[in-house]
C-alpha cells in the first residue's frame, strides 16, 4: 500500500522540572501536528497545578510547524507570564517571520 | 486558473480474492499430498520393518527349537538304542546285558515303551530278547533289514486304528554279527502337543513332519489351531532325523516383537493421516486469516483514498473557481495538497477586483489541518473578501479578520498576506498578519518586499498593523506563497527564501510556466504540507 503514507508522530521529548517554584517545560526535537495534542496537554497539566508562570526552554527544539506557534501563541494569550527560553535560531526566525514577537516573551 | 493535485486511486479487485482461493486450494492439496505421501512411506517402512523383525525372530526361534529341541530326539535315540545294539553287538547278543542297557529306554516313564533286540543271520533275523510292552504291529524283516544301511538308525511311522508309534532300529556289528536293536515310541494322540504356557514355542505354531514332506500323514505333532500347513509368515526348517529328516514348520502366534511392534505401524499411519488433516486445516486457515487481512487493508486503504478525496474536493470547492480578468494583469496559481494524512489544509488564495485599475489580493495559511481548519480558511476567505469589497485598507482587512477566528476559542490562528494594487498609479500597499513576504520580481532582479509582519489573524494585537506601500512597474511580477513552498524540517527558513528567489529567476516563457517551474524546484516528493501560490503580472 505505497499510497497509504500515514506518518507516525514525529519525534518530540518533553520534559518538565521546577526552577524555584517557576515549572519549566523543556521541548526537544520536533514540534508539529502529529505531536502538538500532546504537547498541549502536558503544558496544559503544568498550568493546572502550577501558579501562572510557566517557563518553556526551546534549545533542543529543531522545528516547529504553524501550529506549534499556534500553540504558543495561545499559551502566551491565556498565561501572561509565559518565557519562551534560549530557542534555536531556526525557532527564533520563525517566531520573527510569524509576526509573533511582539506577543511572546523570548529570551534572551 | 490551473489547480494541481496528485491523482490518486486504490482499488481492490475481486480478481484477487478468486485467486486468493485458487491458492487456497492449491496449497492445502499440497499440504495434503506431501503429508499423505510422507505418512505412507513411513507406514510401509515401519510395516517392512514389523515384518522383517518378526522374520527374524521367527528364524531365530525356529533354529533354536531345531537345535535344542528336536536334535535331542536324534541323539536319545543314537544314545539309548544305539547303545544298547553296541553293547549287544560286543557281548555277542547278551541278552542280560541287552536288557540291562535298556532298562533306562523303555518304560516306567521312558520315551520308547518297546524294546527288542534282533539278530541278523541270513535272509530272516532272529528275536533274541525283548522288553516292555509288545510292539503295535509284528516287527517284519523288511523293517530290520533297513536298519543296517541306515546309520545311526533307522525310523518309520506304525499307524494301527487306536495309536501311532514311531519304529526304531539301529544296528551294530561285532565279532558275532549284526545285531538289531528296534524300539517304539508312542506318538501324541491326534498328533496334538500343548507347548507349556511361557516356553519359548509358545508364541509359535509349530507343525513337526516326519520326512521333507508337509502332508498330514507325515505329520507328527503340532500346537497349531490353525489349518495345516501353516500359512503366512512361515519358516521351515529340516534337521537329520536316523534314515529321514524331520521337517519343523513355524509361523507366529502374534507379534514376535510384543504389542508395541505390532501396532506401531497402524499407530504411524493414524498418527500421520490426523497430523496432515490437522496441518492442512492450519494451512488454510492461516492462508483464509492472511487473505482477510489483505481484504482489511485494502479496504481501509480504499476508505483512505474515499476521505481524502472528499477533502480534496472539499479543498478545491473552497478555492476560488475563476479569477477575475482584470486588464492589464495576468494571472497564475497553483495549489499542492500536502499528503500528511487525510485532513484537509487551511491555505487559500484570492483575487477581488474593485474597479477597472485596482484590485485586492489576499494569500493565508490556518495553522493546523482538518475541518476545523478548513472552516476557519472559509469564513476567513468569505469574510476578507467582503471587507476588500468594502474598500478597507489592506491592514484594516486583515485587522477586522480577527473577529472570524480567535487563538483561545479556536486553537487556530491565520497567517495572510493582504495587497491592495492600483494599476495606473503603479502602487501596491502590503500588510502583513505573520504571512512570509512576497517575492517582486522586477529589472533590478529578484527582491522579498519590506513588509513588517504583524502577529497573525486570530491574535489580539497592541499596536496597529503596518502597511507597507511598494512601486510597480510594468512587467514586474510579484509571488505570494504559503510556507509550504519554503519550509524544510532542520532548515532556516531563509534558506527556503533564497531557493525561491533563484528559481523565480529562472528563464520561463509564461507565468504560469514560472509557477510550474517554482512548484517543481521547491517541492518535495512527497510533500507533507499543503502549498498556496499565487503570481500577478503586470502588464502595462
Known sequence: MANLELNGPSSITVKTLAEGGTPVVSLAGELDLTNIERVRSAIGDVLTAGTGRLVVELSELVFMDSSGLALLASLARKTPEIELRDPTPIVRRLIGLSGLAEILNVSP | ?????????????????????????????????????????????????????????????????????????????????????????????????????????????????????????????QLVTEVGAAPLVPVTAALLGKAE?????????????????????????????????????????????????????????????????????????????????????????????????????????????GITGEILPWAVTVGGLLVTFLAALLTERLIRRREGAEQLTSEVSKLYMEQRSVAETLQHALLPQRLPDIPGLEIAVRYIAGTSGVDIGGDWYDVVQLDDHRFVFIVGDVSGRGVRA??????????????AREGYSPAMILERLSQSVDIERDDHFATVLCGLADLTAHTLVLASAGHLPPLILGGSGARFAAVKPGPPVGINRKAPLAQ???????????????????????????????RLQT??????????????????????????????????????
Do not use: C
Request: hydrophobic letters at 45%; glycine letters at 10%; charged letters at 15%.
Open chain 2, 374 to 387: 478548513a472552516a476557519v480558511m472559509a469564513s476567513l476567505q468569505f469574510a476578507g473578501r467582503a471587507y
Open chain 2, 503 to 540: 528559481a523565480a529567476t529562472r528563464d520561463s516563457s509564461s507565468l504560469d510556466e514560472m509557477l510550474g517551474g517554482i512548484v517543481t524546484e521547491l517541492s518535495e516528493d512527497t510533500p507533507t504540507d499543503d502549498i498556496a501560490l499565487i503570481g500577478m503580472r503586470w502588464l502595462t
Open chain 2, 149 to 257: 544301511a541306515s546309520r545311526p538308525f533307522f525310523v518309520t511311522e506304525l499307524v494301527t486304528p487306536g495309536a501311532r508309534h514311531l519304529a526304531f532300529a539301529a544296528a551294530a556289528s561285532g565279532k558275532d554279527g549284526t545285531f538289531i536293536a528296534y524300539g517304539e515310541e508312542p506318538l501324541p494322540a491326534n498328533r496334538r502337543i500343548t507347548e507349556p504356557v511361557g516356553s519359548p514355542v509358545a508364541s509359535l505354531n509349530l507343525a513337526v513332519y516326519l520326512g521333507p514332506k508337509q502332508t498330514l500323514s507325515a505329520l507328527l505333532e503340532t500346537d497349531s489351531p490353525a489349518p495345516l500347513p501353516l500359512s503366512g509368515t512361515t519358516d521351515t526348517t529340516q534337521i537329520a532325523f536316523g534314515s529321514t529328516v524331520l521337517t519343523i514348520s513355524t509361523s507366529p502366534r502374534g507379534s514376535l516383537t
Open chain 2, 468 to 498: 507597507t506601500e511598494v512601486t510597480i512597474a510594468a512587467g514586474d511580477v510579484l509571488i505570494a506563497y504559503t510556507d509550504g513552498l519554503v519550509e524544510r524540517r532542520g532548515e532556516m527558513l531563509d534558506v527556503g527564501l533564497e
Open chain 2, 1 to 125: 486558473m490551473v489547480v494541481t493535485a496528485p491523482l490518486r486511486a486504490g482499488s481492490a479487485g475481486t480478481s484477487g480474492r478468486v485467486r486468493g482461493r485458487k491458492v487456497v486450494r492449491a496449497v492445502t492439496a499440497a499440504v495434503v499430498v506431501v503429508g499423505l505421501v510422507i505418512t505412507g512411506v513411513l507406514a510401509v517402512a515401519t510395516f517392512r520393518g514389523h515384518e522383517q523383525t518378526q522374520r527374524t525372530l521367527l528364524d531365530l526361534q525356529t533354529t533354536l527349537i531345531a537345535d535344542a529341541g528336536e536334535a535331542e530326539d536324534q541323539l536319545y535315540v543314537e544314545d539309548h538304542l544305539g547303545g544298547a545294539a553296541s553293547v549287544a553287538a560286543a557281548s555277542g547278543g547278551d541278552a542280560a546285558m541287552f536288557r540291562q542297557a535298556m532298562t533306562t529306554t523303555v518304560g516306567g516313564g521312558n520315551a520308547f515303551v518297546t524294546g527288542s533286540l534282533w539278530r541278523l543271520s541270513g535272509s530272516s533275523p
